[in-house]
């Protein structure tokens, strides 16, 4: 792991060129995204709006996310390198989405991951880093995946922890 002060990570919207770095890091996380949902990332990558995390060079952090209607917004995938884990990075790519929605007076957030009914042990700091920032979870979706694996679906109402000013 390395120890970049989290001052020096770079937030900021993706770009076409970047798309091809964004791919390379989701792949890079095989613990947590299978290569056959690559191509999935993919398409979303050209569609929908995403934000980068970059140390001013490389690309390191990713969110993609969509509109689902005037009230909601729903984070379809989100990853950091590795090597960055736990330096704040995702917390600050959360905080930049939330901004935005704040912004254009989008107040529900969804998201969904790996459900707690699979014995995973990655997913279970994943669940965690979601929990520890406002989402609970409304309900578990069985047999999901692919794969067969069940998934938890998860909601955070943004308007009750942003600050506002009258
Ligand atoms: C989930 C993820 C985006 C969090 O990003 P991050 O930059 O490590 O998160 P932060 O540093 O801002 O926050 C750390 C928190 O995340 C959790 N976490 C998840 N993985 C972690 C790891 N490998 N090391 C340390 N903390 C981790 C911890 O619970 C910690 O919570 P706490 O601060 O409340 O104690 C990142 O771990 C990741 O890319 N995971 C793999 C891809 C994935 O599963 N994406 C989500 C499902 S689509």
Redesign the pocket.
């Known amino acids: 792991m390395t120890s970049q002060p989290i001052e020096q990570f770079q937030i900021q919207p993706m770009e076409a060129k970047d798309r091809q770095d964004v791919l390379l890091l989701a792949e890079s ?1 095989e613990k ?1 995204f299978p290569k056959n949902s690559l191509p999935v990332l993919e398409a979303l990558l050209k569609t929908q709006p995403t934000i980068i995390g970059t140390t001013g060079k490389n690309v390191i ?1 990713f969110l993609v996310y969509t509109l689902r209607d005037r009230e909601t917004a729903e984070i379809l ?4 390198d590795e090597d ?8 600050l790519l959360l905080q930049s989405l939330e901004t935005i929605l704040d912004e254009k007076g989008i107040y529900k957030l969804v998201t969904s ?1 790996l459900s707690y009914t699979v014995p995973y042990e990655p ?1 279970e ?2 669940r ?2 979601y929990y ?1 920032r406002g989402f609970q979870s409304i309900g578990v979706e069985q047999n999901y995946y692919d794969t067969g694996l069940d998934r938890i679906i998860l909601f955070k109402d943004i308007s009750k922890t942003r600050s506002r000013t009258l």
């Open positions: 996380l947590f952090g995938w989100m990853g950091v960055y884990h736990g330096l704040g990075l995702g917390t991951t997913y700091k994943v965690a880093f520890h």
